[in-house]
């Protein structure tokens, strides 16, 4: 799929493709109560299965004002939310699907997607390890960045949906780099930093302690800061730092960025103190790309007045905002 950098939509309100992601999961959900708190605030199309939408709806007492842009591609037969199923895998991969046709057609300006099954997806034969990595094959964007954020932290990961065994093998003095740079860029276009400071964690505990406890700081990590602050003379680039004192630092507006070595070193901290507002941003996209900060939930599927839309919430303003920012640079 080609997809080109299309000029934003000079409209007054931002237009918003939003999926339903796995229609077994809470994404129905969560998208009907999201935009009953947020209709006003964009233009939105919402993207999945018109039945679902409205079954949730009813029970939730909910009344649908926003365009639907139905796939019709879950027999009702099908429908048995909470659990993983082929067939949710398929439909959530086909709404992204069209998703990024709207894109294409510049007839959306950003995306939010709710959370999927990578196990479904997987089991309906799409190898990919989440949407970040779909996204990335679709576009032909390799070097797409994962920024994890709540309102109190914000945080870069140089590595993404992998074991902990191959973290070490993944990473490369170049890798660290390109990561930085981008970060810094994501921090200017999408949120209007002007002068970015960073905190780079280590991979092991205490950041190696200088090369006691692991190689990977002095070997890594070390030259590409240090390269790194030659290049980008002035700027706030620290590290590498042991995670629990860059986070901390962060926290106390020291950094305006994490630079987080693997998947869970930001996740916990996030989760800690703020799940209801994170946030998963995909940078390096034709578009912005938002995505709430939490699974499908298949427990509480069938228990919709459970499900908290909170985090989509937060997703949905952050895409607004960001591609308002990227409007204006």
Same mark, same amino acid.
């Given at each position: 799929?080609?997809?080109k950098n299309?000029?934003?939509?000079?409209s007054?309100?931002?237009?918003?493709?939003?999926?339903?992601?796995?229609?077994?999961?809470?994404?129905?959900?969560?998208t009907?109560k999201?935009?009953?708190i947020?209709?006003?605030?964009?233009? #939105?199309?919402?993207?999945?299965?018109?039945?679902?939408?409205?079954?949730?709806?009813?029970?939730?007492g *909910?009344?649908?004002?926003?365009?639907?842009?139905?796939?019709?591609?879950?027999?009702?037969?099908d429908?048995?939310?909470?659990?993983?199923?082929?067939?949710?895998?398929r439909?959530?991969?086909?709404?992204?699907?069209?998703a990024?046709?709207?894109l294409?057609?510049?007839?959306?300006?950003?995306?939010?997607t709710?959370?999927?099954?990578?196990?479904?997806?997987n089991?309906?034969?799409f190898k990919?390890?989440?949407h970040?990595?779909?996204?990335?094959?679709?576009?032909?964007?390799?070097?797409?960045?994962m920024?994890?954020?709540?309102?109190?932290?914000?945080?870069?990961?140089?590595?993404?949906h992998?074991?902990?065994?191959?973290?070490?093998?993944?990473?490369?003095k170049?890798?660290?780099?390109?990561?930085?740079?981008?970060?810094v860029e994501?921090?200017k276009?999408?949120?209007?930093?002007?002068e970015?400071?960073?905190?780079?964690?280590g991979l092991?505990?205490?950041?190696?302690?200088?090369g006691? *406890?692991?190689?990977?700081?002095?070997?890594? #990590?070390?030259p590409? /800061?240090r390269?790194?602050?030659?290049?980008l003379?002035?700027?706030?680039?620290e590290g590498?730092?042991?995670?629990?004192?860059?986070? #901390?630092?962060?926290f106390k507006?020291?950094?305006?960025?994490?630079?987080?070595?693997? %998947?869970?070193?930001?996740?916990?901290?996030?989760?800690?103190?703020?799940?209801?507002?994170?946030?998963?941003?995909t940078?390096?996209l034709? #578009?912005?790309?938002t995505?709430?900060? %939490?699974g499908t939930?298949f427990?509480?599927?069938?228990?919709p007045?459970?499900?908290?839309?909170d985090?989509?919430?937060?997703? /949905?303003k952050?895409?607004i905002?960001?591609?308002?920012?990227?409007?204006?640079?």
């Amino acid at each position: 799929m080609s997809l080109k950098n299309n000029p934003i939509s000079k409209s007054s309100k931002i237009r918003v493709a939003l999926t339903i992601g796995d229609p077994l999961g809470i994404g129905p959900v969560i998208t009907l109560k999201a935009l009953k708190i947020l209709s006003n605030k964009a233009n #939105f199309t919402i993207i999945g299965s018109r039945f679902v939408l409205e079954k949730k709806a009813k029970e939730l007492g *909910i009344k649908i004002t926003n365009e639907i842009l139905d796939l019709d591609n879950l027999a009702k037969k099908d429908f048995s939310p909470g659990k993983i199923d082929v067939n949710g895998g398929r439909a959530s991969i086909e709404y992204l699907g069209k998703a990024l046709e709207l894109l294409v057609k510049n007839r959306a300006d950003c995306l939010v997607t709710c959370p999927i099954s990578k196990e479904a997806i997987n089991q309906a034969g799409f190898k990919f390890s989440g949407h970040t990595e779909y996204l990335a094959d679709k576009t032909n964007r390799k070097d797409l960045l994962m920024v994890l954020l709540n309102d109190k932290l914000k945080f870069s990961l140089l590595t993404r949906h992998i074991a902990i065994k191959g973290v070490p093998r993944a990473l490369t003095k170049k890798d660290i780099e390109k990561n930085i740079l981008k970060s810094v860029e994501c921090l200017k276009l999408l949120f209007s930093v002007k002068e970015p400071r960073l905190g780079v964690c280590g991979l092991n505990p205490h950041a190696s302690d200088n090369g006691l *406890i692991g190689k990977e700081e002095n070997r890594l #990590f070390l030259p590409a /800061i240090r390269d790194l602050k030659m290049k980008l003379r002035g700027m706030v680039i620290e590290g590498p730092l042991p995670a629990d004192v860059a986070i #901390f630092r962060a926290f106390k507006k020291d950094y305006d960025c994490v630079i987080a070595a693997y %998947h869970d070193q930001a996740l916990i901290p996030l989760k800690l103190t703020g799940a209801e507002t994170g946030v998963n941003l995909t940078y390096g996209l034709p #578009f912005v790309r938002t995505s709430p900060l %939490h699974g499908t939930a298949f427990d509480i599927a069938k228990k919709p007045h459970l499900a908290k839309p909170d985090s989509l919430v937060a997703a /949905i303003k952050l895409a607004i905002k960001c591609t308002l920012n990227r409007r204006k640079a």
